[in-house]
């Protein structure tokens, strides 16, 4: 018994101790001051397993259809490329006042495209990925999540071809650039062409 009601007290003031700290204003909240390193761990290992939970069992399309990449590759320079940069874009303004930094796709691309989905659709609470989701169906989703996939294969000049225009840089920056029908053909990671007819998939223009 006693050793119930010592574990109780503990529990109370670690729970006191807790309201004490959130309410107090002590801790840093701003984006240039990083986490502390056990927070940082906590809230990555959070993160990895609930996205691992929350997208299992989800189909994964075809996402070597060239056209379903295509599109995608506009929707990634217009709505993407600031925060998770292209093959000719190395920082942004955006990017750099971001915490946590967010993965440089042109880079590593996406493992799991399932994860990369439900990722791009739900968002992440509490850093700048928002829920795509809520503005954008399965179809545009499963597009950015297919040509995200190619992205590290890509160079600069290849990038731009494919998408119409270079990657958003968070001030406009590509806007005005050629379209998708302005180009008689997009070739694709593959090697493939695709007519550039297909204008209409492209995203709407978004910040």
């Given amino acids: 018994m006693k050793t119930f009601i010592a574990l109780l007290t503990l529990l109370m003031l670690m729970v006191v101790a807790a309201v004490v700290f959130v309410t107090s204003g002590v801790y840093d909240i701003g984006a240039d001051r990083p986490h502390w390193a056990m927070t940082e761990t906590a809230i990555a290992t959070l993160r990895d397993r609930s996205i691992a939970h929350q997208s299992a069992g989800i189909t994964v399309p075809d996402l070597d259809d060239p056209a379903r990449i295509r599109s995608g590759a506009r929707r990634y320079a217009e709505m993407c490329a600031a925060c998770h940069l292209t093959p000719g874009m190395r920082e942004t303004e955006l990017r750099e006042g971001l915490y946590p930094q967010p993965p440089d796709l042109a880079q590593h691309g ?42 590290p294969k890509l160079d600069e000049a290849h990038f731009v071809e494919l998408a119409g225009m270079p990657g958003n840089d968070g001030h406009g920056g590509g806007h005005g650039m050629a379209h998708d029908d302005d180009h008689e053909a997009m070739p694709m990671p593959s090697g493939e062409t695709k007519p550039a007819s297909a204008s209409s998939t492209a995203a709407p223009h978004e910040h």
Wanted: proline fraction near 5%; aromatic fraction near 12%.
């Fill in 110 to 151: 996406v493992h799991d495209p399932a994860e990369a989905f439900w990722t791009i659709k739900h968002g992440i609470k509490l850093t700048a990925m928002p829920a795509w989701g809520r503005s954008h169906d399965d179809a545009a989703i499963w597009e950015m999540v297919a040509f995200v996939r190619q992205l």
